[in-house]
């Protein structure tokens, strides 16, 4: 994967722990979904595009730090 798509091994490193914490916290999509008004549901949605955009996708590229700041 690294040589194919150009990634480096911290940013794999970062992709790993996001997709582990996504698994881990894949259970709060069903309770935010039951428990909280569409609108605090879009904007976790938001966030979660914001990732998929710049980690997945590179439409976006900004730094990971840049990324936590907006995602808080």
Do not use: C, E, H, T
Request: aromatic fraction near 12%; avoid cysteine; proline fraction near 3%.
């Amino acid at each position: 994967m690294k040589s194919s798509m150009g990634v480096s091994q911290s940013r794999l490193n970062y992709m790993a722990v996001a997709s582990d914490l996504g698994k881990a916290l894949g259970w709060s999509s069903g309770f935010a979904v039951a428990y909280f008004p569409v609108s605090a549901v879009a904007m976790g949605l938001v966030g979660y595009g914001v990732q998929w955009l710049s980690i997945a996708a590179d439409v976006i590229d900004l730094p990971y730090s840049l990324v936590l700041v907006i995602l808080i």
